[in-house]
């Protein structure tokens, strides 16, 4: 029993290996009128025409359909598998056809009218028929061949297009690699030229910090020496004046006035009672009129300084003087009305100018002022004191 020449492409194309059968789906997919019956075999899903039970149906359809195996057999992309097995269907079909044409020569061989005696019909017919399986056998190989060497070709072709693309893009990579070395190698220099200059501006700095150091070193140890110097000096010099004698302070006649045991000092009553008895009465100007005209004009608080005094002037108590800091020409004096009113010269304060005037006179001097270093002076040179708080109780009695 001979099989069929359908089943028998059936089978070859259900024998075919998995990359020939993809290629031969995806070739049977992208072609347009189909018949139904591969439409229908087609809707199934690839993993069932892959290796489940779709695949034998979709092989015995497709076998059964001359005109898509003709357009399968042209189509040079596919395997050399997928024509070997399409080009099994025309080689079954011819055998087929010498199978008929053995069964129908006996027939022949009756209708004929004068058959030639000394001929062997049979023998010619088969031989003719071997010829032309021959023949068809050689055409089909030929045409297989053709269609492997048209595949490889394409192949060949596509693997020299990738090829090509593969090298220029190696040939742009190793460009770009080139440039982004290039780029990493002047960075780096870059880098290391600033490095180096920065190393060596610190180098610089280092060496005139260390010398800086090593001059401030050298005037410690000359400060160190100059103030052990110092200390030396200053213990010869205290120890010669342990050794002197100290003088005996000796204060002029009546100096200072003594308050009678009734008045109280601070108040109002002793402090009238000090410029009612005192020789000479000494105001240190703008200690007095900052304290107590904070926030005039200069010139108006002395002109308010010394109006204050008249009063002591008219009673006829210690003669007023009022010493003010260098205002005016240099050491100047003038009287206003009883009220004698100096300026120091350049280089003298009116405090020195206070000592002065207490240290020149034995008579008793009252001094109005709240400098607590001039208030020390007076009293060492053995003047009386008296704040401002109370000069103006002391004035108008």
């Not at 019956?37 to 149906?57: E, F, I, K, N, Q």
């Amino acid at each position: 029993m001979t099989t069929s020449p359908r089943k028998g492409v059936a089978e070859a194309l259900f024998a075919l290996d998995a990359r020939s059968w993809a290629q031969l789906l995806r070739a049977l997919r992208a072609m347009s009128d189909l018949p139904d019956a591969l439409v229908d075999a087609l809707r199934h899903p690839t993993s069932d025409l892959t290796s489940g039970a779709a695949r034998g149906p979709l092989c015995d359809a497709l076998a059964g359909t001359d005109a898509v195996l003709a357009v399968l057999r042209e189509d040079a992309s596919l395997p050399a598998a997928v024509h070997a097995a399409i080009a099994s269907h025309a080689r079954d079909a011819q055998d087929a056809t010498d199978a008929r044409d053995t069964t129908d020569a006996p027939h022949l061989a009756d209708t004929a009218t004068s058959p030639d005696p000394g001929s062997d019909p049979d023998r010619s017919a088969r031989r003719d028929r071997g010829l032309r399986r021959t023949l068809e056998d050689e055409r089909r190989r030929r045409e297989g061949a053709e269609a492997r060497a048209a595949a490889a070709d394409v192949r060949a072709t596509e693997a020299d297009a990738e090829r090509s693309a593969l090298a220029v893009r190696v040939s742009t990579l190793e460009g770009q690699l080139a440039d982004a070395a290039d780029t990493v190698r002047q960075a780096a220099e870059r880098a290391e030229r600033r490095a180096e200059a920065r190393i060596a501006g610190l180098e610089r700095d280092l060496a005139v910090e260390r010398s800086a150091q090593a001059a401030l070193r050298r005037d410690h140890e000359r400060a160190q020496a100059e103030l052990a110097n110092a200390h030396g000096e200053i213990a010869r010099l205290q120890a010669e004046l342990d050794r002197a004698p100290r003088p005996v302070a000796v204060s002029p006649a009546g100096r200072p006035l003594v308050l009678p045991p009734e008045l109280d000092a601070g108040t109002t009553e002793a402090a009238s009672w000090l410029a009612e008895r005192a020789s000479l009465l000494l105001v240190d100007g703008y200690n007095v009129s900052l304290a107590l005209r904070a926030g005039h004009p200069l010139e108006e608080q002395r002109r308010w300084l010394i109006e204050r005094m008249r009063p002591l002037v008219a009673r006829g108590s210690a003669a007023p003087v009022v010493i003010f800091d260098g205002d005016g020409p240099a050491g100047s004096r003038r009287d206003t009305a009883g009220v004698e009113v100096r300026f120091t010269a350049a280089g003298t304060t009116a405090d020195d100018e206070i000592v002065f005037a207490v240290a020149a006179t034995a008579d008793p001097v009252l001094v109005i002022t709240d400098d607590a270093e001039l208030r020390a002076r007076v009293r060492a040179e053995g003047g009386n004191v008296l704040g401002t708080v109370h000069l103006l109780g002391a004035i108008d009695g």
